[in-house]
Each structure stands twice: as C-alpha cells, then as structure tokens.
C-alpha cells in the first residue's frame, strides 16, 4: 500500500510536469517506512515457527519504493531514501533542492506515510494517510507553476501553521503532511513566504508565482 502510493504519487508529478520518469533524479521520504509490513513481519516472529514471509522482508526496506521506481522504469539515474522522523518533508526538500541546483537536473521529490497498525501504532501515531510530490527543475520551464528561494537556518524559529483549520490535523498527525503548509502557499499564487521546522533549525521557502 505505501510502495503503491509512492509510486503514483511520482507518477502523476512527472506526468503533469511533462517529464520522463528516467530523466529525474528521485528523493523518496518517509517517516515511518511500511509499518503494515513491518507489523506483520513483527506478528510472525511471535508465532510458532517465526517464519517470515521473504516477499514482506524484502518490501520491509525503507527504500522499496525507490527500487521499485528505478527498476520499473528502467532508469539508472539516482534515487535516495530518507528517513528523517518528524521532519521527513523539510529534509527531503532541502535534499532535492541541492541535487536539483548542484546536479543541474530536474529532480523528483515524493513525501508519504501512512498509519501504522499494530503495537507500533499505538506509540508512534499517524492519523491520516497522506503524500505529496514535486518535480523542481533548475531553471524556470513552460510547465513551473512557480520559483521557491529556499534557505536553511540552524537555529530554530516560529513555524508557519495551515491556513485552513480543517487541515490542521492532517498537517501535524502525518509526518508527510508538514508540505500541506507550502502547497497552500502556492496554491494562492501570491508571493508569500513560509518557515518550516527542519530539525535542527529551520527551512524558509519563499514562493514567487509564475
């Protein structure tokens, strides 16, 4: 479930950025990895026996969902797995943004998580099932819907909450919902700024409409 929400969630960013897949460098980050399979894999070790299923073990990896980009799609080019706790989204970011500048290359970011069912739920809490994704490209093309100037400061600082109050648990109970605050920015199509916990300091995102 959460490889294939990945995926499409990469899919379509490509798709409505008019780009090739095999043409982006990938940074995939989640927060919590698989915790349906994790769950089960953790369910079938306390059984009699303890057999684990290969096929689950083997999508327990935190980077399943970027294998299965670069192989289904047969591309060589680059793509990173981050886990960075609550600050999955900021990190993966501020991770794209260099290898877009740095790399001189279009680059696919892909945030996700889901809930966790199980024990580990139950301590690490995510509410709502949520993804987002964008392609940043190095030099502004028919297709941007907008320029982000995006700074890191080390030092942490008042963070900008959702406008909207009935996405503000969203916002806060999935990890990968920290980007609904900057997909609002740049919704309005207004240059605005936002500031963002990136921990240990802070990512500021200015957003100049196209």
Not at 144 to 159: F, H, K, N
Request: glycine share 10%; with cysteine; aromatic share 6%.
């Amino acid at each position: 479930m959460l490889t294939r929400l990945a995926l499409a969630l990469a899919e379509e960013a490509c798709t409505q950025a008019g780009l090739r897949p095999e043409e982006a460098r990938g940074v995939f980050a989640c927060s919590n990895g698989d915790g349906t399979v994790v769950d089960a894999i953790l369910s079938a070790i306390t059984t009699e026996g303890g057999e684990v299923s290969p096929t689950q073990f083997h999508n327990s990896v935190h980077n399943a969902p970027a294998g299965y980009w670069t192989i289904g799609h047969k591309t060589q080019v680059p793509a990173v797995a981050l886990g960075c706790f609550d600050w999955s989204f900021t990190q993966g970011l501020l991770k794209a943004a260099a290898e877009c500048v740095v790399e001189n290359t279009p680059t696919l970011l892909v945030v996700y998580d889901l809930p966790i069912p199980g024990p580990i739920g139950k301590v690490r809490v995510t509410e709502y099932p949520f993804g987002c994704a964008f392609v940043l490209q190095p030099r502004l093309g028919l297709e941007g819907i907008c320029v982000l100037d995006i700074s890191y400061d080390p030092t942490a600082s008042g963070y900008d909450n959702i406008a909207h109050p009935e996405l503000l648990d969203l916002s806060h109970l999935n990890p990968a919902g920290a980007g609904l605050v900057l997909l609002e920015k740049i919704a309005h199509q207004t240059a605005e700024q936002v500031r963002l916990p990136c921990q240990p300091g802070t990512l500021s995102v200015a957003v100049q409409p196209c």
